[in-house]
Structures are given as structure tokens and as C-alpha cells.
């Protein structure tokens, strides 16, 4: 018998209503480890219910309060963030240095949230009118929905529910049912924080549960992260349910690099952001496109460092670890063959990789394709997974052509040491993160996170000023504190004297 993960509702696990299960995997073991509940729109029902309960008193707690909920629930998960870390790997199969780091940048969010009475700080107009002030409150919307992917487990989550519940809503977040254990964790520290039950809650499941939370008419907004076709049914659905949307969707993210650029930095920038988490990252650098006068020189950097990395369990001292399921590993591994039938050279094969870990494992090792037309589905399609193509170009302005025309606009990088190459680039590419020698270039908390086009539905980015302004709604009051001796009828327009 293998355990069950429940729900988490109303402060406690729940069994609810549904009795379909998943099955979770250790993708570096190729095993079952448990079963996750898939819930019910009863199990959904049950969550807002609880949610909508619990704002009564948390959309009134004071900045004080929640503040303080936020603070502990950052000194406990910093504390205990090495055992965040073994869930993670033990379900995604990401290096543990690497699920460390996904936890760090999670945690850069909570300070964020820390620090939100300086950001909830509305604005004022003293004195507009004789004896009339202006203001602006934000306040929370009610209960939110959030829904994640299976990549970052506790990064993602971390970046709507602590900005959500520190501006005062309550929550319902259904992750990814491919690594849902992260989810419980975070709840079950919120609790020991002081957060009221009901405050957060997690409904597991798939799409039955995320339907559920679409519709359901007492969830003010929906925070989606995941492949750009569910990122566009949800920004669909949920907006046609009148909800507040952000929904961030797949990417094929470019790195440019100009023949002045430092190669070595370059090789090193691209193996790791291509293979790092085995390429399962929306920043992951999946194209370089290289001008052709150092493009041989470029490939055969990449390829030496390839040759040094280890992949194996991520429980081990490895570089990368397993792809997330079986399905998703055979899937990867067909565009190697695709690649050589669109004319591509495969410069490295990373289907038969030796393996630091289990043989049964979802191995697939670091691959890298040269001379991929632009017109082949390994370029088109977002692989998700450790290959990384280098197409060849004329120069800068064909590479910035080429960026432009895809459908994706996540994140980009540009290496050379010309500045005003650099300058150029970050004002004229279509995409939403630009980094100028940076390869994963996402923002810090106190930015905000989000591409264009195919990568993001709806206006508000993630987190951030962004974050603050999707989860609040801005009121503008106008008051006036009377002198006894000011009143009369004027049936006209308000006019400011
Ligand atoms: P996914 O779209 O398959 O799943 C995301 C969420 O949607 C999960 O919670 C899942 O249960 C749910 N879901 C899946 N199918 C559904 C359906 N038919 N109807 C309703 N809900 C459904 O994505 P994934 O495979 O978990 O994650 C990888 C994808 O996420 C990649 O495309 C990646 O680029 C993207 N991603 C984007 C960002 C970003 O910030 N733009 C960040 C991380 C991941």
C-alpha cells in the first residue's frame, strides 16, 4: 500500500469527496512513491468554502498582524528549507543544490511579503477642494485561486500565495499533480506560523479540480502558471467567468551571441542554462543562435563542457537529474531523431547516457543539435528538456528577426561586449526578460516576473509591483469632514472650488 497525500482544507488534511488518485513518482527510481487525491468540484467547493470563511476576519486582520505571519513563516522556511529541498528532488528529480536554489528565489518572494505595508500604502491628495481630501485604499479581492506547474513545486506557489495572503486574501492553490507533497509542506509551515485555518488551503487534482476553481463564482481571481495552452484556456474561461486573470504560459527562450562576445563565457552560460533542472525551466535557454564566424568555436566549447557533466540521481553529487515522467522523457528523446531528419547534426546524443542512479530511472542526458533550421519542429516545438539547439545566423540583426518571430516572448539573452549592441537589443527584442550577459535572466522579487505574447495572458506579471496590484483592487475616496456652515443643494457635476 502506498501512502495517499490529501488535500489540505480548513487547516488540516482532508480526505474529500473524490476517489480518483494519481500516482506520484521518484523520477530518478522510476517508482511509485504515493498516490495524490485527484479532487472533486465538491473537494473544490469544500476549499472555498473555508477560504470564504476565513476572509471575514483575515480581509480585516490588520498589516500588523499579517505581517507577523509572514515573518515567522520566513524564519521557519529559511530553517527548514534542507527539507523542502529532499521533497523536491524526490519528486521532481532536480540536483538538490538546484532545488535549494529554487527555494532561495522562493524565499527572496516572502521577504518580498515581509515587507508589504510600505507597498500597500495607498496615496493622498490633501486639501483638493476646500475642505476635501483625496485617497486610495487597496484592498484584497477575497478568496484567490492559484494554480502551478510541476517544474518549480515550491518556487512557483511561492510566488502569488505569500504576496495573496500578505495583502489580506485567502487562498486556494492547486498544484501540480506530478509533485503535489511541496504544496502540504508550505501549508503545514503556515500553520505552525499563526496563519488562521482556512486562510490557505490545496486542492489536489487535475483538470476536474482546476474547472472547478474556473467557475466558481466566490474566486475573485485565478494566478496560472503552465504550458501556453492551458495558460490560454484558463485566461479564456476565467475571464469569461469574470475573474481577474494572469495566466503564464511556455517559452523558447534565444541567447544572441555576437562574434565579440567572451566564448568561454558563452559555453559556460549556455550548458548552464540549457541543463540545468534537465532544461524543465521556462527561463531555460533552449536556442543559441550564433554568428557564423565563431559558431564552430562555440559548438566545440559546449560540447567539451557537456562531456564533464554528470547526470544521476539528484540525491547524489550530479549535475542533472531525471526528466519528471517516462512519457515526457520518450517525448524529449524524439527530436533527436527529428532533428536528423530536418538536416540538424546532433552533435551530442544524450539518449544512451550513463548514469550516476537507479537504471529504471527517466534518464535522458544532455543533447546538443547544431545547424537546426528554423522550420524544424525542434525548433518550433518547446521541448522541455536537455536539449539545446544552436541555429546559425549572418549577424545581430538576423538573430533579433529570428526572436521576434516566434510566438513565445519569455526570456532572452544577448552576450557581447558592445554596449551598444546590448542597448539596441534590450530596446527592440519582443520579449519580457532580457539579460545582457545574464542567461536566466529573472527578475528579483521586487520586480515583477512575466513575458509577452504567447508567455503571458492578461496584464499583471507575477510578483513584484505586479503581484501587489493583481491581488488588491484600488479604492479612490473622496471625503469631505463638513464645517457646519457648508451645505445647500447644486445638482450639477462635482467641481472642485
Ligand atoms: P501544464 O500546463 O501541463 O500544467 C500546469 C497546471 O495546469 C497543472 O496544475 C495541471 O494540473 C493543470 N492542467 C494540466 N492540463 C490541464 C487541462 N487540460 N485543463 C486544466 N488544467 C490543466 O504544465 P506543466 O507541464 O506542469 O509545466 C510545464 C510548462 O509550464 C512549460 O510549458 C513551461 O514553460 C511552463 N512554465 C511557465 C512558466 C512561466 O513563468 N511562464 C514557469 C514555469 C513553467
Given at each position: ?111 518580498f511579503a515581509c515587507g508589504l505595508p510600505q507597498l500597500l500604502k495607498g496615496a493622498m491628495s490633501d486639501q483638493v477642494s476646500n475642505d476635501v481630501d483625496v485617497y486610495t485604499l487597496k ?104 475573474k481577474r486573470v494572469q495566466a503564464l504560459g511556455g517559452a523558447k527562450n534565444h541567447m544572441l551571441v555576437l562574434p565579440d562576445a567572451d566564448l568561454d563565457l558563452v559555453a559556460d552560460s ?75 547534426t546532433v552533435v551530442v546524443d544524450g539518449r544512451d547516457p550513463q548514469i550516476d542512479g537507479e537504471p529504471d530511472g527517466f534518464w535522458l542526458g544532455p543533447t546538443l543539435i547544431d545547424h ?126
Amino acid at each position: 500500500m502506498t501512502d495517499v497525500l490529501d488535500h489540505w482544507i480548513d487547516g488540516g488534511t482532508a480526505a474529500g469527496t473524490s476517489t480518483r488518485t494519481g500516482d506520484v513518482f521518484d523520477p530518478a527510481r522510476g517508482v511509485v512513491t504515493k498516490q495524490v487525491r485527484l479532487g472533486s468540484a465538491a473537494d473544490v467547493d469544500a476549499a472555498v468554502a473555508s477560504a470564504s470563511k476565513a476572509f471575514t476576519d483575515w480581509g480585516q486582520a490588520s498589516i500588523a498582524r499579517r505581517q507577523g505571519v509572514m515573518f515567522a513563516f520566513r524564519e521557519l522556511l529559511n530553517a527548514r528549507k534542507g527539507e523542502l529541498a529532499e521533497i523536491l528532488t524526490s519528486e521532481h528529480g532536480k540536483v538538490l543544490s538546484d532545488a535549494a536554489g529554487e527555494i532561495a528565489r522562493g524565499l527572496e518572494v516572502v521577504e518580498f511579503a515581509c515587507g508589504l505595508p510600505q507597498l500597500l500604502k495607498g496615496a493622498m491628495s490633501d486639501q483638493v477642494s476646500n475642505d476635501v481630501d483625496v485617497y486610495t485604499l487597496k484592498q484584497p479581492l477575497g478568496v484567490v485561486g492559484v494554480i502551478t506547474p510541476f517544474n518549480f513545486p515550491a518556487m512557483v506557489p511561492l510566488w502569488f500565495f505569500p504576496i495573496a495572503i500578505a495583502t489580506g486574501n485567502t487562498v486556494v492553490l492547486k498544484p501540480s499533480e506530478k509533485d503535489p507533497s511541496a504544496a502540504n509542506w508550505m501549508a503545514a509551515l503556515m500553520a505552525e506560523a499563526g496563519l488562521p485555518a482556512g486562510v490557505f488551503n490545496v486542492v489536489h487534482g487535475d483538470k476536474e479540480a482546476v474547472d472547478a476553481l474556473l467557475v466558481h463564482p466566490e474566486v475573485a481571481s485565478i494566478s496560472f502558471v503552465g504550458s501556453t495552452p492551458i495558460a490560454r484556456y484558463i485566461y479564456e474561461t476565467g475571464t469569461a467567468h469574470g475573474k481577474r486573470v494572469q495566466a503564464l504560459g511556455g517559452a523558447k527562450n534565444h541567447m544572441l551571441v555576437l562574434p565579440d562576445a567572451d566564448l568561454d563565457l558563452v559555453a559556460d552560460s549556455a550548458v548552464n542554462a540549457g541543463f540545468g533542472s534537465a532544461g524543465e525551466r521556462c527561463m531555460a535557454i533552449s536556442v543559441v543562435l550564433a554568428v557564423d564566424s565563431v559558431a564552430d568555436t562555440l559548438v566545440a566549447k559546449i560540447s567539451d563542457r557537456m562531456a564533464t557533466l554528470t547526470t544521476g540521481d539528484g540525491r547524489r553529487a550530479c549535475d542533472m537529474g531525471p526528466l519528471i515522467t517516462r512519457e515526457h522523457r520518450d517525448k524529449v528523446a524524439t527530436y533527436v531523431d527529428l532533428a536528423t531528419e530536418d538536416g540538424a547534426t546532433v552533435v551530442v546524443d544524450g539518449r544512451d547516457p550513463q548514469i550516476d542512479g537507479e537504471p529504471d530511472g527517466f534518464w535522458l542526458g544532455p543533447t546538443l543539435i547544431d545547424h537546426v533550421p528554423t522550420t524544424s519542429r525542434v525548433y518550433t516545438d518547446e521541448i522541455f528538456g536537455p536539449v539545446l539547439s544552436v541555429v546559425r545566423i549572418s549577424g545581430y540583426t538576423e538573430g533579433v528577426g529570428i526572436i521576434n518571430a516566434g510566438p513565445y516572448g519569455n526570456g532572452t539573452a544577448i552576450f557581447t561586449n558592445d554596449g551598444g549592441a546590448a542597448r539596441r537589443f534590450q530596446r527592440e527584442v519582443e520579449v519580457g526578460m532580457v539579460g545582457v550577459n545574464v542567461p536566466i535572466p529573472v527578475p528579483v522579487a521586487y520586480h515583477s516576473f512575466g513575458g509577452w505574447k504567447a508567455s503571458l495572458f492578461g496584464d499583471a506579471k507575477a510578483y513584484g509591483p505586479h503581484g501587489v496590484d493583481f491581488f488588491t483592487r484600488e479604492k479612490a475616496v473622496t471625503a469631505r469632514w463638513l464645517d457646519p456652515s457648508h451645505g445647500g443643494l447644486n445638482l450639477g457635476f462635482p467641481q472642485h472650488d
